[in-house]
C-alpha cells in the first residue's frame, strides 16, 4: 500500500517539474488564523523571484485578513464571484468592465498618482483614460481640434516649460476631449477620422495655443455590472468635464494629464478619481468679436471660453527624486517598514 503511495507520488512530482516537495511546511493545523501563514508558507517555499514572493505575500495578507475582518458569507462570496465573472465577460465602448470595477475603486488612479509623481513644482499627472488613440489632426499653432458645431468655443493657450521656468521648445502635446454630447469619436459607431482631438508643438518661446470646444461631464456606461455596483453604492456614474492632454519633449519625462473645468458638480466625485486640485481650471469668457475673429473661430460674434494653462514638465531626475520621497513618506505612515 504505502509503496503504491510512493509510487504516485514521485509520478506527480515529476508531472510538477521543478516543485520541490522536500521544501514544503510542515503539518500544520489549518485554522482561520493559521491558513495565511500556510499559504504564505507554500508559496514561498520554491519561487526565487523575490518580487514576486514579496507582492503575493502582501496580496495573501491583505486578502485573508479581509476576509476575516468582514467576516465574508458563502452567500456573499457566491455573489462575488458571480459579479467577477460577468464583469470578466463583458466589454463596452470603455473597454472590459473588469477594468471600469477597478476604475471605479479608486485602483488605476491609485496606481497612476504613484508611478507618475512629480516634484511640487512640475504639473500633475492624472491617468490617461481609454480614449487616447494615434490617430489625430496634426495642427499649426492656434487651430482647432474640433470642427464646427461640435460644442460651445473654447480657446487653449499657455507655455510649457521646465521646474526652474525655462521655455520647452517644439515639445509634442497631445489634446483630446469629449464633444458637447459627451462622447469621443471612438465611440460612435461609425468615425470618419479624428475628432475633438489633435496635436501640435510648442513654438521657439515654448508657447503653444488651440481652439477646442467646451468639455462637459459624461458617465462611464453604467447598464453592466459596474452600473449595478455603483446603483448599489448610491454613487452616480459621471466624470467631471475635462480636457485630456499628454506632453512630451526630449530630456523631460511625458506628462499624461487631465486639465478639469472649474464649477462642475461632479469635481470632488469623480467616479473614476482623477481630479487634483492643482488640475482644475477657470475659463474665462472672452465677448469680443475682433479677438474671436482673430482666434480663428467660425462664429467671431459668438462669446467663446479661454482656458491658459501653463504645463511645468520634470525630468527624469527630478521625477524619480519624487517617486522615491512618496514611497518612503508612504511607508511612513503606514509604519510597516516595508521595501518593494
Ligand atoms: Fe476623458
Redo the contacts with the bound molecule.
Keep these: 500500500m504505502s509503496s503504491t503511495l510512493n509510487l504516485t507520488a514521485s509520478k506527480h512530482a515529476a508531472q510538477h517539474g521543478k516543485v520541490d516537495l522536500s521544501k514544503m511546511p510542515k503539518m500544520m493545523e489549518m485554522s482561520a488564523t493559521s491558513i495565511t501563514e500556510q499559504v504564505l508558507a507554500i508559496n514561498n517555499a520554491n519561487c526565487s523571484d523575490e518580487r514576486m514572493k514579496f507582492v503575493f505575500e502582501r496580496l495573501v495578507q491583505h486578502l485573508h485578513d479581509f476576509v476575516r475582518e468582514t467576516f465574508i458569507t458563502t452567500e456573499e462570496w457566491v455573489t462575488a464571484i458571480k459579479f467577477l465573472t460577468e464583469a470578466g465577460q463583458t466589454s463596452t465602448d470603455h473597454g472590459q468592465e473588469s477594468v471600469m470595477l477597478l476604475g471605479i475603486l479608486g485602483v488605476p488612479a491609485l496606481i497612476d498618482t504613484m508611478n507618475n509623481a512629480k516634484p511640487p513644482k512640475a504639473t500633475e499627472a492624472a491617468v490617461l483614460?481609454?480614449?487616447f488613440i494615434d490617430d489625430a489632426h496634426d495642427l499649426a499653432h492656434g487651430d482647432s481640434i474640433a470642427s464646427e458645431g461640435k460644442g460651445e468655443y473654447m480657446y487653449v493657450h499657455g507655455k510649457v516649460a521646465d521646474t526652474k521656468g525655462n521655455p520647452v521648445a517644439n515639445a509634442l502635446i497631445n489634446a483630446?476631449?469629449?464633444d458637447e454630447t459627451g462622447s469621443?469619436d471612438a465611440q460612435y459607431e461609425v468615425r470618419d477620422g479624428p475628432e475633438c482631438r489633435g496635436r501640435l508643438r510648442t513654438n521657439k518661446d515654448g508657447k503653444y495655443a488651440f481652439r477646442a470646444v467646451v468639455p462637459v461631464s459624461?458617465p462611464v456606461p453604467a447598464e453592466g455590472t459596474v452600473g449595478k455596483l455603483l446603483d448599489t453604492l448610491g454613487r452616480h456614474p459621471f466624470?467631471p468635464a475635462?480636457l485630456?492632454l499628454r506632453v512630451e519633449a526630449p530630456g523631460y519625462e511625458k506628462l499624461i494629464t487631465?486639465l478639469y473645468i472649474n464649477g462642475d458638480p461632479y469635481l470632488t466625485s469623480d467616479t473614476?478619481f482623477?481630479v487634483k486640485s492643482s488640475l482644475i481650471v477657470d475659463l474665462k469668457p472672452v465677448n469680443d468679436p475682433k479677438l474671436s475673429a482673430k482666434r480663428g473661430f467660425g462664429n467671431p460674434d459668438k462669446v467663446h471660453m479661454e482656458l491658459e494653462r501653463d504645463i511645468i514638465l520634470a525630468t527624469p531626475e527630478e521625477g524619480a527624486a519624487a517617486r522615491k520621497k512618496l514611497h518612503e513618506d508612504m511607508l511612513k505612515s503606514m509604519k510597516t517598514g516595508l521595501k518593494r
Design positions: 483614460g481609454p480614449f483630446w476631449e469629449a469621443y459624461y466624470r475635462h485630456h487631465q473614476a482623477g
